[in-house]
């Protein structure tokens, strides 16, 4: 990064973050001055572009939300305390709200330290575009169709909120961590209480699925059976790019599409769409969206935030298995 504020917060992040994989073999959970100073690194100056209309649940609401899903399941649950934040969306053709679950408080690390554990930590910038991308493009993306969330993390924003429009026929939110997966299913328990009367209302689960064997070489129930695939900041390990491309072409229907929010970071980006070509037909969009364009120079303008492009700006790619042809581009608004 260009900005040495930006770079020495980012430092910082990770700094905390490899102390805690070393020490996580000896300590199960992190010492609160620990938390405070990955706290401090975590919470950006600039997290949001928001896109979405926000709210903190009150307390008496958010206990009566965790006490349902503690009756509900046997699984332990997430350590720490979350805050419960509602999300609203709204246009011309479409309005939903979800519910959704946000860490605030020390947990083990079991959470920080997972399967490619970025999405356990923070709740990105690239993951709310998604989610907003994909609502603005709905009806044209998803109705009807099997959605698949990689690496949804913690909150699993995009795919929750796509599971509430009743759209999709099916809408399934993985990680591979099952601390993430289990805070997802507490979220599930607030906005799906019961089984909908609307016999096309979406169908939404969740599954712990790793990147690796045995996952990678045998089959399985979901081979080649998404239409649409959602996944954000995937490419941040590129240790991991030849794996995620590997469950991508596995997992995506041989006329499906990919669609993948990442900002540069560097070369990661860009090295993971060399290494898709040689499955995938690889579009690769800067500019996707009208209302994200805006937002993206207005905090531009405000040089007194931490914004670098480069770490918080995704950039939308596309990618459709080779095997399925030539297929027409989609339309961005």
């Not at 289990?182 to 909908?196: G, H, Q, T």
């Not at 240790?239 to 991508?248: G, I, Q, S």
């Not at 364009?293 to 790619?317: C, G, K, M, S």
Request: glycine share 4%; aromatic share 8%.
């Amino acid at each position: 990064t260009n900005n040495p504020r930006v770079s020495g917060v980012v430092k910082d992040r990770w700094k905390f973050l490899k102390s805690a994989i070393v020490k996580s073999s000896k300590e199960s959970n992190c010492e609160a001055e620990d938390f405070q100073s990955w706290h401090r690194t975590s919470v950006r100056r600039f997290g949001s572009f928001k896109l979405f209309s926000t709210e903190e649940i009150p307390t008496s609401e958010a206990k009566l939300l965790s006490d349902a899903h503690l009756s509900s399941c046997t699984a332990a649950t997430p350590p720490g305390t979350g805050t419960w934040i509602r999300y609203t969306y709204k246009d011309a053709s479409l309005a939903v709200t979800a519910t959704l679950k946000c860490l605030t408080s020390p947990a083990s690390l079991s959470v920080m330290v997972g399967f490619n554990n970025t999405g356990n930590i923070c709740l990105w910038p690239s993951e709310e575009v998604m989610a907003w991308y994909c609502l603005r493009n709905a009806h044209r993306l998803l109705s009807g169709r099997r959605v698949c969330e990689l690496g949804c993390g913690m909150t699993a924003l995009a795919g929750v909120l796509l599971a509430r429009t009743g759209l999709p026929a099916e809408v399934l939110l993985t990680d591979g961590n099952d601390v993430s997966v289990r805070n997802v299913d507490a979220i599930l328990s607030a906005n799906f209480p019961s089984p909908l009367a609307n016999a096309t209302a979406t169908t939404v689960r969740t599954c712990v699925l790793r990147w690796d064997e045995p996952f990678l070489s045998q089959p399985t129930p979901y081979d080649g059976t998404f239409d649409v695939i959602i996944c954000a900041d995937c490419v941040f390990f590129k240790e991991l790019h030849t794996y995620l491309n590997r469950v991508l072409l596995k997992l995506v229907k041989p006329h499906g599409t990919v669609i993948l929010f990442a900002p540069e970071r560097g070369s990661t980006l860009r090295q993971f769409c060399e290494l898709a070509q040689k499955d995938f037909a690889v579009q690769r969009l800067d500019t996707y969206d009208d209302v994200v364009n805006q937002r993206h120079h207005e905090a531009l303008a405000q040089t007194e935030q931490d914004y670098d492009p480069n770490i918080h700006y995704p950039v939308l790619v596309e990618l459709r298995p080779i095997r399925s042809g030539s297929e027409p581009k989609l339309e961005h608004k």
